[in-house]
């Protein structure tokens, strides 16, 4: 399994749900996409991310530590998950992508969601997020819609955002580089 990097078709198409008697083929899915965000220092990955046009992600917001690691791994994995409710003020802040090494955009975001989804073994659960956790939420979120940050940005922005991308990748971005010196 590895991160695919824009301009990937699959990171522009709408996912497809996972039905219930998918959801155990896809346990182990989960888990390696859990291993590939953390390796390379990734607070959540879609399911596009990895070239899957599913509706899976894998959030966790945790801190890192000096070193940059996340010292104690708490992924939380929503399959098919729903925003029901944005507000909030909205927050315009940078964001990097795995799937955009090299580069951060700034996009606005409301600061608070809820989200339905169902776990790893199917059960329905609930969650309520703000600050950079909802940020973090929605971003995964317009994955699975085909969205990229690119979207997010007029015309003028995407172009020069576009350019830069385009630069860090002739310099060797890899996905977890949000710069390139």
Known sequence: MRIVLAPNPVLREKSEPISLEEIKKFRSTAKQMAKLMYKNQGCGLAAPQVGIGKRLIVVDVTPPDEDGKVAEQNPTF????VITKMWGDKQLEDEGCLSIPGIQVPIERYNNVIIEALDLDGEP??????????RALQHEMDHLDGTTMFEHLNAIDRIEALKEYDIALKSGAKPGDTSIE
């Open 125 to 134: 659960f609930t969650v309520e997020a703000e600050g950079f956790h909802a």
């Open 78 to 81: 929503f399959i098919n998950p």
